[in-house]
């Protein structure tokens, strides 16, 4: 069982910055591969960034160049830093975690999800 508890969401003006955190317990085999997804009302879920078990990063077209995200070495917080927010960002944003060592992508079926933190970006 893993358990995974979002934190940071808040409300923020065009241009700025926003550092999200996923706390995560339980079975470390279970958060090789972590990451973000974003949902929009009426919009389709979007994969926004993953890490893997080796480290290794991918970034949706959308937010590359603006979104880092990292872990602590224990693997037990995740991080997504948005800078240069849009409106187009605004969404609730969910930290997801699966024990896949390869493959780590919004294409795979993620067995853990967090409950979600919301953000908002005005003009």
């Known amino acids: 069982q893993v358990q995974l508890v979002e934190s940071g969401g808040g409300s923020v003006q065009s241009g700025g910055s926003l550092r999200l955190s996923c706390a995560a317990s339980g079975d470390a085999n279970y958060r090789r591969c972590m990451g973000w997804f974003r949902q929009a009302p009426g919009k389709q879920r979007e994969g926004v960034t993953f890490?893997?078990?080796?480290?290794?990063?991918t970034y949706a077209n959308s937010v590359k160049g603006r979104f880092t995200i990292t872990r602590d070495n224990d693997k037990t917080t995740l991080y997504l830093q948005m800078n240069s927010l849009t409106p187009e960002d605004t969404a609730m944003y969910y930290c997801?975690?699966?024990?896949?060592?390869?493959?780590?992508?919004?294409?795979?079926?993620?067995?853990?999800w967090g409950p979600g933190t919301q953000v908002n970006v005005s003009l």
């Open positions: 890490i893997g078990f080796d480290g290794r990063t």
């Open positions: 997801v975690a699966d024990s896949t060592f390869f493959g780590c992508d919004p294409g795979r079926a993620f067995r853990f």
